[in-house]
């Protein structure tokens, strides 16, 4: 079943994401296990693909300390993606603690333009 690949690629790769390589591998480990168990290592090979087509696309999550008009989130989008090379789609997120600005994430780069981060590093060069 073409969409069950579908789901257990998914699955995967969000159970992977932002993990350390040591704890990747123990889920790996005990994917294939019950995959083994469950008799659908034959979906192996299509869930391998899933997988490589989530890898290839990169998402990039723009949190922002307030709600913005688009032309404005367009204006921040188009400023970051020389930055943070070739980003298919933006999840927006609103995060009232980080004062203004904002900050951009995707998995192996930080670009942190809050002022949070602005006044905490003044107050670090004052003590």
Do not use: C, W, Y
């Given at each position: ?68 008009g688009e ?14 090379g070739k ?41």
């Open positions: 079943m073409e969409n069950e690949a579908k789901i257990f690629g998914k699955a995967l790769a969000a159970a992977l994401e932002g993990k350390e390589e040591e704890r990747q591998k123990e889920i790996v480990r005990n994917f294939l296990q019950v995959a083994v168990a469950k008799k659908k290592e034959h979906l192996l090979p299509k869930i391998l693909k899933e997988m490589e087509a989530i890898s290839k696309e990169k998402e990039a999550v723009l949190i922002l300390a307030r709600d913005m032309e404005e989130v367009e204006a921040i989008k188009s400023r970051l993606k020389p930055e943070l980003v298919d789609k933006f999840k927006i997120q609103i995060d009232k603690s980080i004062i203004g600005g904002f900050k951009a994430k995707t998995n192996n780069v930080l670009i942190d333009s809050s002022i949070k981060t602005l006044i905490g590093s003044i107050r670090k060069k004052l003590v």
